[in-house]
C-alpha cells in the first residue's frame, strides 16, 4: 500500500515537471523579443534621458501615419528663367556660335575691300539665307556708304547699321494681349517644334507672371496632346484636350478659350496641326478655327513657328500659312547659331510681320523675345 502511493506520489511529480516545461516552451514560442531601450543623451542632457521604448515609439508613428496619409501633397512646380537672364544667356551664346559673324570680321578686317572681298561678303550672307534681294539691298548701301566716308570708313560700323536696318529695329515685336482672356493662336507644318514651342511661350509668360491655358487642337496626332500635357503640368497649366483623336480641333478651341474666360486667366494659347495638305484645306480649318475662338473674344496673336534651319524651303512654306491665317508675328524655332541667322531678315522681308521670338537650344527656357540690336551686334561679335 505504502509503496503503491509513493509511486503515484513520484509520477505526479513528473507530470508536474513536464507540464511546466511544455508552457515555460510556449510561451517562449509566441513571445515577440523587443530589443532593450535604447539610451540616447541629448546635448545638455542627463545621463539618465532615455529615448521612449520601442513600444511608445510605434504609438507615436501608429497616431501620425493617419494624418501624413490625409495631408494633400502639392507636386513640386518649375520656376521659369526670368526674361533678362535669358536675353543675356541667349545673346552670350549666339555670339559665341556664330559662323555668319566671324566670316563677316574676318573680311572686314582687311582695311580697303577688293572686289574679291566684295564677292565674298555677298557669298557669306547669301550662304547665311539673308536673300538674293536683301544681300543686294544691304551690299549696294555699303558701297555707297564707304565713298561717302572714304577711306576713313569704319566698315564694320557701316555693315552694322545695314543690317540693322534690314532687319527693321522699328517693327513693334511685343505681344498683343489685349482681350480677356487674350488668345495666341499657334500655327506652322510638322517638325517646326511648333508643339514644344507652345510650351515654352507657355513658360515665359508664367515667367512674367501671367496665367495661362493651353489647348491642344492638333487632335490628329495624340503625342502632341500628350507633350503639351507635359509643359503645362511642369509649370501648373491646365491644358483643354479631347479624349477622342481625330476630334474637331475648332471644339477644342472653342473649350479652351471658354474655359480661360471662366477661370478668369491672361492668355490662353492654342496649338494646332501642323499638316499642309494643300492651300484650300489648310485655310478652311484654321479659318473655322479662327472663327471659333472669336465667339468669344477676338484673336489677338496668329504666331507662325517656323524652322530656321529649313532656310528659303521653309519660307515658301511660312507665305502658304501667310496667307491662310493672317499671321501676326513669327517665332523662329532651331536658331541654335548664327550660321543661318540671316533668315530673320529674308522672312521679314518676305511677309512683312516681325520676328517676335526666338527659340535657342533644346532647354525648356532656350527662349525668348527676339532683339533686333543685340542680334545684329552677336552677328557681328
Do not use: C
Amino acid at each position: 500500500m505504502e509503496t503503491t502511493t509513493l509511486i503515484i506520489l513520484v509520477l505526479a511529480i513528473l507530470g508536474l515537471v513536464i507540464l511546466g516545461g511544455a508552457v515555460s516552451y510556449i510561451k517562449k514560442r509566441h513571445t515577440r523579443q523587443l530589443p532593450p531601450a535604447t539610451r540616447l543623451v541629448l546635448p545638455d542632457a542627463e545621463d539618465d534621458d532615455v529615448v521612449p521604448t520601442p513600444q511608445t515609439i510605434g504609438e507615436d508613428v501608429a497616431e501620425t501615419v493617419p494624418d501624413l496619409l490625409d495631408a494633400e501633397v502639392t507636386p513640386s512646380l518649375d520656376v521659369p528663367e526670368s526674361v533678362p537672364s535669358r536675353l543675356q544667356r541667349l545673346r552670350a551664346r549666339l555670339a559665341q556660335s556664330g559662323t555668319m559673324g566671324k566670316a563677316l570680321v574676318s573680311i572686314l578686317s582687311r582695311g580697303d575691300l577688293s572686289a574679291s572681298d566684295w564677292e565674298e561678303l555677298e557669298e557669306t550672307l547669301l550662304m547665311a539665307d539673308v536673300g538674293l534681294d536683301a544681300t543686294m539691298e544691304i551690299l549696294d548701301n555699303l558701297r555707297t556708304a564707304v565713298k561717302v566716308t572714304g577711306p576713313q570708313a569704319n566698315v564694320r560700323e557701316l555693315l552694322r547699321a545695314e543690317l540693322l536696318s534690314a532687319v527693321n529695329v522699328d517693327m513693334d515685336r511685343s505681344l498683343n494681349l489685349a482681350g480677356q482672356p487674350a488668345t495666341i493662336l499657334m500655327v506652322g507644318v510638322n517638325g517646326t517644334g511648333k508643339t514644344t514651342t507652345t510650351g515654352k511661350l507657355a513658360r515665359l509668360l508664367i515667367a512674367e507672371d501671367r496665367s495661362v491655358v493651353l489647348g491642344a487642337a492638333d487632335t490628329f496626332r495624340a503625342a502632341a496632346a500628350d507633350q503639351l500635357a507635359t509643359w503645362g503640368e511642369r509649370v501648373g497649366v491646365d491644358v483643354v484636350r479631347s479624349d477622342r483623336e481625330g476630334a474637331d480641333p475648332a471644339s477644342v478651341a472653342f473649350e479652351a478659350v471658354k474655359q480661360g474666360a471662366d477661370d478668369g486667366v491672361d492668355v490662353v494659347i492654342v496649338d494646332t496641326a501642323g499638316r499642309l495638305q494643300n492651300k484650300a484645306g489648310l485655310m478652311d480649318e484654321l479659318g473655322k478655327i479662327k472663327r471659333v475662338m472669336e465667339k468669344t473674344v477676338p484673336t489677338g496673336e496668329v504666331l507662325l513657328v517656323l524652322d530656321a534651319t529649313t532656310g528659303q524651303n521653309g519660307l515658301r512654306q511660312a507665305e502658304v500659312f501667310a496667307e491662310a491665317a493672317g499671321i501676326t508675328g513669327i517665332v523662329l524655332s532651331k536658331l541654335d547659331g548664327t550660321a543661318k541667322g540671316g533668315i530673320v531678315i529674308s522672312v521679314q522681308r518676305a511677309l512683312g510681320v516681325p520676328v517676335k521670338f526666338v527659340g535657342l537650344g533644346e532647354g525648356a527656357d532656350d527662349f525668348a523675345p527676339f532683339d533686333p540690336e543685340n542680334f545684329v551686334d552677336s552677328l557681328l561679335s
